[in-house]
């Protein structure tokens, strides 16, 4: 059974930095691309950062860039995403998400297969 989960969130003051790992199980996903996904209460799950298979191509949502980085060890089956300079507006419970058949990097939820139960990140103004 494969699952996706998802650790490292919680409470920080803005400005502040988290790290989000997320841990695949049950299949290697070294093949695929990898992303993270959020939602705001009351608003609609967006992307947020994705990853190619062999972590060399990056997509970042422009609300993020510069700010987040994404990256993955295939040694551990696990995708990171660090967190720097958090905003009151990032907090959003944060989703990962791997894909069966997409190489490389997507923005768009119905090309990843697998979603982990999320990790809530509060950022505190």
């Known amino acids: 059974q494969v699952q996706l989960v998802e650790s490292g969130g919680g409470l920080v003051q803005a400005g502040g930095s988290l790290r989000l790992s997320c841990a695949a199980s049950g299949r290697t996903f070294s093949s695929n691309a990898m992303g993270w996904f959020r939602q705001a209460p009351g608003k609609e799950r967006e992307f947020v950062a994705a990853?190619?298979?062999?972590?060399?191509?990056?997509a970042y949502a422009d609300s993020v860039k510069g700010r987040f980085t994404i990256s993955r060890d295939y040694a551990k089956n696990t995708v990171y995403l660090q967190m720097n300079s958090l905003k009151p507006e990032d907090t959003a419970v944060y989703y990962c998400?791997?894909?069966?058949?997409?190489?490389?990097?997507?923005?768009?939820?119905?090309?990843?297969?697998?979603w982990g139960q999320g990790t809530q990140v509060t950022v505190s103004s």
């Open positions: 990853v190619n298979w062999s972590g060399g191509s990056t």
């Open positions: 998400a791997a894909s069966l058949t997409r190489l490389r990097p997507s923005t768009t939820m119905r090309e990843y297969d697998y």
